[in-house]
Nanobody, 127 residues
Framework: QVQLVESGGGLVKTGDSLRLSCVAS????????RAWFRQAPGKEREFVAG????????YYMDSVKGRFTISRDNAKNTVYLQMNSLKPEDTAVYYC????????????????????WGQGTQVTVSS
């Protein structure tokens, strides 16, 4: 059984940092692009960041560029999201996901391109 388990969320203040982790079990995902999405209350789930299978290519939504960094450790089957200079508008449930294809050299941003999802971890940023 494939599972993605996120951790690292919490309640922080504006300007603080958090590091999210997503550990996969049940199979390895070293050939797949991996990504983080988020969903704020009352809003659609949106792409945040993605990373190619070797880590050589990353892609971010405009509002997090320069503040968030995605990375991965294929030996640990884990993807990370380092979030710095957090803002109240970053408040959301953060989900990790893996691309449904082995086209791990591209980073896709559409939810339907991803088939395995974690249960989410809450990030709340107070002003």
């Amino acid at each position: 059984q494939v599972q993605l388990v996120e951790s690292g969320g919490g309640l922080v203040k504006t300007g603080d940092s958090l590091r999210l982790s997503c550990v996969a079990s049940g199979r390895t995902f070293d050939r797949q692009t991996r990504a983080w999405f988020r969903q704020a209350p009352g809003k659609e789930r949106e792409f945040v960041a993605g990373i190619s299978r070797t880590g050589g290519r990353t892609y971010y939504m405009d509002s997090v560029k320069g503040r968030f960094t995605i990375s991965r450790d294929n030996a640990k089957n884990t993807v990370y999201l380092q979030m710095n200079s957090l803002k109240p508008e970053d408040t959301a449930v953060y989900y990790c996901a893996t691309d449904r294809t082995n086209f791990g050299w591209v980073v896709r941003t559409t939810q339907s391109d991803y088939d395995y999802w974690g249960q989410g971890t809450q990030v709340t940023v107070s002003s």
